[in-house]
DNA sequence: AAAGGAAATGCTGTATACAATAAATAGCAT
DNA sequence: ATGCTATTTATTGTATACAGCATTTCCTTT
């Protein structure tokens, strides 16, 4: 491929654009869960389609289904940028996922079996194998997309693509607020869920994530990091 | 306004711009909800881009929003329509509003006050009068707007943006699933409702809705108008 | 007469050019 | 020197032109 990718600037024959506009939204999406790109960074439209050799059009196209999303943040004239969620946002997605997956559980259980128990482990194991070697930024991605996994075993697309949307933002809150070094979940949450979800003992599962979710929430430190603007007046002591 | 508009096809002054994509947004999403633009229905760029005097570009920004709301179906080179909600879509939104809907009941009935109370009875007024005059399709939408009000007023707005999906969605299912002159939602639910909500008694409210929306989804007929390529085989006994 | 193929048409996908606006900077006046 | 204004620059918003697939229609052939 990339001997006519440099070679001329040749127009991809269709099929290929729309698997390439799916692999640059992944690329931008992963990009900023693994904060790479950090909240608040800007996304110009010029500087973007330049590094992917497509135009401002498709770019423009991504950005939209991302701020949809609610990964960036598109201010009129300004162009877009990484979202920085908010401590109000927080305990809203935290809340959300509360009601979500944990009302998902007894569902999964339900539904579960060896093949999905054996890729669920294995998605546990690369995640702790990503938080061994130093990678947090990974392993805050595999987390989610365990979660992901876990929710579309339910058979509930629609819930599913919930559950997707408000691991995304997780991811991106994890990287504002969380400590350093602590990973949302704890190791072998995962394995623990598996084993309750394997028994069929759907009630204890879903008091397990619930457990699960709160910690991960506790974990985080709430400070609004507010380096707008600074309030003077409380500053200074009026 | 009207002098300029009509005189000359003067360029919008870019605030009124936004403004009006929201509103061809709101133009297009409402008909389909009403079922003036029927499942199925294709939407063609140029099309709609001359009935709302734009140019394609910004129909496609809102075919795409609408896209994503599965609100239309956007099939590759074959352009935008409106999205014919199959069986099992139908039941992974009434499940998910079973889930997100009811679980969020106490925290409304929390967070209600007076004046939350007396909107709500306006809208489930209107919704009575809209379907006292025969309007079905809007008495759905009012329907859902209701819903969605309520959502709101969990104080969680993520929750509720999610509410609003289903509930548009759920608009769709009722518009090609329902019976002709048996809306969804029978005509006191809502004030009843309301009156469990102002009471503070959030679990009356929980089980109320619950039992609300088991009613609206049995009254569907879920019969899949395979109206596209009859199946001769079945229909002349092979 | 029916079926298959080829040309024409209609519509979408992409890029690019242009217009408009907000930010940055320099210049001027006080 | 500081504050305000004007100009310049950088970046997005919109329209349009062009290229490519899909569908349809008409012609040819069996």
Sequence with gaps: MSDAQTALKRRPTEKEGDERHEAIYRAVSDAIVEQRLKPGARLREDALAEVFGISRTGIRKILQRLALEQLVTLTPRRGASVT??????????????????????????????????????????????????????????????????????????????????????????????????????????????IGYLETGNGERAKAFMSRHLKAIEASLSMVEEEENVPDLQQIFGA
């Design 84 to 193: 920085r969620p908010t401590a109000d946002e927080a305990k809203d997605v935290f809340d959300a996922r509360q009601l979500i997956e944990c009302g998902l559980m007894p569902d999964v259980a339900r539904r579960m079996n060896a093949a999905a128990a054996a890729e669920l482990r294995e998605m546990a194991r690369q995640e702790r194998q990503a938080l061994r070697s130093g990678q947090q930024s990974v392993a805050i991605r595999l987390s989610a997309d365990f979660h992901v996994r876990l929710a579309q075993l339910s058979g509930n697309a629609t819930l599913a693509e919930f559950v997707e949307r408000l691991c995304s933002r997780s991811s991106l809150i994890l990287a504002v607020y969380g400590h350093r070094g602590h990973l949302g979940c704890e190791s072998h949450d995962h394995d623990d869920l």
